[in-house]
């Protein structure tokens, strides 16, 4: 039983389209996240949901919307997709909204590649 | 706020080789701090962390200590294996609950 499962896991569009991506978890966690990585790696941190609450909102163009149904979902939709949007996007949960001394478990990633 | 640097990769070793890669940070506090690896084709998974100075995190023969004096977390194993090649990330964990990540050091072990 996968813990954080992310669909589609491959994603291939043109550009200017609009996307999801789902995010769920079978944790019970409380809190939800999605980071961005680069094609160097780089991971950034986009959105964090605790409680179906936004409690992060990074510096993200506002094309980029996060929606949380319950404390299980997470996902992210993404308008008018831009060349610079290819990297892979990775759902993370964690219990509690303090990350501090506990522990994130990540998806398996989502890539999206925009034409 | 929080940062975290880590050496540059690609590193590349021979099986049963001594790994160290260093990871320093800046931070507000005493924040905890944290090893991830990603496998290929994977997402993250937590290595290690250790919560407070001279806490050693240890997991599958890695280790990091956290040194508050030279504010590193450098990650060690004595001996690679094959299986061990991956990203690894350092992480340290700031006042607003955010995890915020290094930027990656690959390891390629060679048989």
Known sequence: DTAVSQTPKYLVTQ????KSIKCEQNLGH??????KQDSKKFLKIMFSYN???LIINETVPNRFSPKSPDKAHLNLHINSLELGDSAVYFCASSQGDRVGTGELFFGEGSR???? | GNSVTQMEGPVTLSEEAFLTINCTYTAT???SL???VQYPGEGLQLLLKATKAD??????????????????FHLEKGSVQVSDSAVYFCAVANLGGKLIFGQGTELSVKP
């Open chain 1, 51 to 53: 409680n179906k609450e």
């Open chain 1, 30 to 35: 409380d809190t939800m996240y999605w980071y």
């Open chain 2, 34 to 36: 944290f090893w991830y």
């Open chain 1, 112 to 115: 999206l590649t925009v034409l």
């Open chain 2, 55 to 72: 806490d050693k995190g240890s997991n599958k023969g890695f280790e990091a200590t956290y040194r508050k004096e030279t504010t590193s």
């Open chain 1, 15 to 18: 550009m200017g389209n609009d």
């Open chain 2, 29 to 31: 506090g005493y924040p």
